[in-house]
């Protein structure tokens, strides 16, 4: 005897729900559930009308296992169709990131560290933060983490490349359109907000393991969000006085974009950019669960094997890495700050 | 008058901010006031039926009080604003009709702008900000260079072409400011409240640049202000606006004068009408009769002629305009006129 019998037969509706009546295959929850003794639900005498409560009374009802099993089926459903579009279309991805895994962990240390300072010193223009990164690197390569600490960065070089590639066009979009922006907005928190995790479990339907894509686009789509963002809000927030005097000597939409909105907008750009990177950095580690190759992959190990050790170190190197980019990209800011400090 | 030096006009110009302006348009005509309008529409009345020309080579200052709709106004010679209703008429056409590719061309070629708020591209030098209005047109920085150095040094920046806008004064940016605007040789300048943002000796400073450069160039400035001073040391005709629509418009002696409205004679009240008014606007044609104690010139000020009296009131001078003696002024008349007379005392 379910709580709620008396509902489906006040309203007429015995018949059809016996009529749907085979109960379906038992899941293991409910199995569960029965051995416990369902009678004293969790909930008292009276549960809440939820769908296997309702379910109970009137066998016809779905219960909530049919709503996770049905979106897993409508996903299987279309999933052929979604990975003739979509697996195509991001195969450059993994081009790119096997492509630049290979370069930065082949390339000799001794000519890659030098390089990756002389990068630091195109951005930044400071001793303090070439020093620093050297002895970051320095240090990451004397435990021998330097393998490691490469495809971590590469993974991050190309995920943040194609973050700044889509998200500036789509930010300066945002920033146009009032309509884009607020369809877009919710779409943006959500990827914000959803945890990292479940970025992987569709994309571990959609493609091979093995596709360096698959931890890609998990990251991509994690870290694009504040330079979306940030670029509508850096746009928008141009002082209104300066687009006016633009439009009033003629400027077109194009100058007018190129030659006063982006640069003004800059450094709120680059403040995104430098959130979109630290995120990739957070991503890239998680990602590590479907094979993303770099420190994450130790700090994994360290879970899995209960090596301590390696763990910590792993996760030390990883802050490292994070202060490393970090401050780069924050003096890259300041630069550009300087040069143009408005009023 | 003859229309043929009218280089700017504006017909019956309406601009009603709000839902449905067109819808709410007709009432504004049956002579609906801005507050009944706000309360019974919701819809916010900025100019009422706006008609003003402006002569070549003339500065037209358009004067009023905060919110009383010049911004709006200055806005529509250059359609930085669509108004609701009405023509501007550049050289006698309507660019209300213009594409925007030939706007663009207005822009760029016949008119430039100078802010209140200065509104130079803070990230381009003092010499790219100068050259902004050629740059736009395409000219590169080897090509404009010395266009712009030109309007630099003539507003009196030399040496700051690298400097970038924030590591200068006010008042020199907005020299820059003006370097800018004249570097596009445009034919006519629109200045909003250019000078309103800076202090009163840079502002005096700024306001007699502007004439020096004026007396060279004789562009067609319209000039906004809030302020009497500014207005009636600039003004070859002087606009008053009160809620959006003209109040009294004409020669700023006459105005002073003549003030039309309680409104005006509110703004006039605490002017130094000696510093302000002519010779020309008291005295009488006539030739004079007896004794005269020396000769001024029509556009002396009424102080310097009391200067040069002593004080004393029972004298008369006789007035040459240039050479030619074209009547008196008697100290009786200029005493008088330094009183603002009410407008109600004067109809009666
Ligand atoms: N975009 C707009 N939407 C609604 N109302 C507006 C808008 N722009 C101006 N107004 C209104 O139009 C009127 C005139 O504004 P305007 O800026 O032209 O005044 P102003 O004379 O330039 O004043 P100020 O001396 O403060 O600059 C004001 O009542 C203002 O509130
Ligand atoms: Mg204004």
């Keep these: 005897m379910a709580t709620y019998d008396g509902l489906f037969d006040t309203l007429g509706l015995r018949d059809w729900c016996d009529s749907g009546g085979e109960a379906g295959p038992m899941s293991m929850e409910d199995l569960m559930a029965q051995t416990k003794g369902s009678e004293e639900a969790a909930n008292g005498p009276v549960p809440f009308p939820s769908l296997d409560a309702l379910n109970e009374a009137c066998p016809a009802w779905p219960q909530s296992r049919d709503l996770t099993v049905g979106l897993e089926q409508g996903f299987l459903d279309i999933r052929d169709a979604l990975t003739v579009v979509v697996d195509p279309v991001t195969q450059p991805l993994s081009w790119m990131l096997r492509g630049t895994l290979d370069v930065m962990t082949s390339t000799p240390w001794y000519v890659m560290i030098p390089i990756l300072l002389l990068i630091t010193w195109f951005v930044t223009r400071s001793w303090k933060i070439i020093g620093f990164v050297a002895l970051g690197i320095g240090l990451l390569a004397f435990v021998d983490y330097y393998d490691y600490a490469m495809q971590t960065l590469a993974i991050i070089f190309v995920c943040a490349f194609i973050c700044v590639l889509f998200g500036v066009p789509i930010g300066i979009a945002m920033s146009r359109s009032d309509k884009l922006q607020r369809v877009a907005i919710p779409v943006l928190d959500m990827l914000q907000t959803l945890p990292p995790f479940v970025y992987l479990i569709p994309l571990i339907f959609l493609f091979s393991v093995t596709e360096p894509k698959l931890y890609g686009i998990a990251v991509i789509l994690y870290a694009i969000v504040p330079v979306v963002r940030l670029t509508d809000l850096g746009i928008r927030l141009v002082d209104k006085d300066v687009i006016e005097a633009a439009d009033a000597f003629g400027m077109t939409r194009r100058q007018k974009l190129f030659g006063v909105q982006i640069p003004l907008a800059l450094p709120n750009i680059m403040a995104g950019v430098n959130q979109t990177i630290m995120m990739s950095l957070a991503m890239v580690v998680i990602a590590s669960m479907v094979s993303a190759p770099g420190l994450g992959i130790l700090v994994l190990r360290g879970i899995r094997n209960l090596e301590l050790g390696v763990g910590l170190i792993a996760g030390l190197g990883i802050v490292i890495l994070a202060i490393i980019l970090d401050r780069v990209t924050k003096a890259s800011l300041a630069r550009i700050d300087a040069s143009q400090s408005s009023r | ?348």
């Design chain 2, 1 to 348: 008058m003859s229309d043929d030096n009218i280089k700017v006009s504006i017909r019956h110009l309406y601009k009603i901010f709000g839902e449905d302006p067109e819808g709410v348009l007709d009432r504004v005509k049956d002579g609906m006031t801005k507050d009944e309008l706000m309360a019974e529409t919701n819809h916010v009345l900025g100019l009422n039926d706006i008609n003003v020309d402006m002569r070549e080579g003339e500065i037209t200052v358009i004067m009023g009080l905060s919110g009383s709709g010049k911004s709006t106004l200055i806005r529509h010679l250059n359609r930085l604003i669509e108004p609701t209703a009405g023509e501007v008429l550049v050289d006698g056409e309507d660019i209300l009709s213009w594409s925007e590719s030939r706007l663009r061309r207005l822009r760029r070629e016949a008119m430039s702008m100078v802010f209140q708020k200065f509104a130079l591209l803070p990230h381009r030098t003092v010499l790219e900000n100068a050259g902004m209005a050629l740059a736009t047109e395409g000219y590169k920085r080897d090509d404009y260079e010395a266009e712009a150095r030109k309007w630099l040094d003539r507003v009196g920046l030399q040496g700051q072409d690298d400097q970038y806008p924030h590591q200068l004064s006010g008042g020199m940016q907005q020299r820059v400011g003006i370097a800018r605007a004249l570097a596009s040789n445009s034919d006519i300048m629109l200045m909003d409240e250019a000078f309103s943002a800076l202090d009163p000796l840079i502002r005096t400073d700024m306001q007699d640049l502007l004439l020096e450069l004026q007396a060279e160039l004789k562009k067609t400035i319209v000039f906004i202000t809030h302020d009497l001073d500014e207005a009636l040391k600039l003004a070859d005709h002087l606009v008053i606006l009160k809620d959006g629509a003209v109040v009294q418009q004409g020669e700023p002696q006459k105005i002073l004068m003549n003030p039309s409205d309680p409104y005006i004679e509110d703004f006039v009240a605490d002017i130094n009408r000696a510093r302000v008014l002519r010779v020309r606007s008291v005295m009488e044609s006539t030739p004079p009769e007896g004794d005269c104690f020396g000769d001024v010139d029509v556009n002396d000020t009424l102080e310097s002629v009391i200067a040069r009296a002593e004080g004393a009131v029972d004298r008369q001078f006789r007035v040459l305009d240039g050479d030619k003696p074209v009547g008196t002024l008697t100290m009786v008349d200029l005493m008088r006129a330094l009183v603002p007379r009410e407008s109600s005392a004067a109809a009666a």
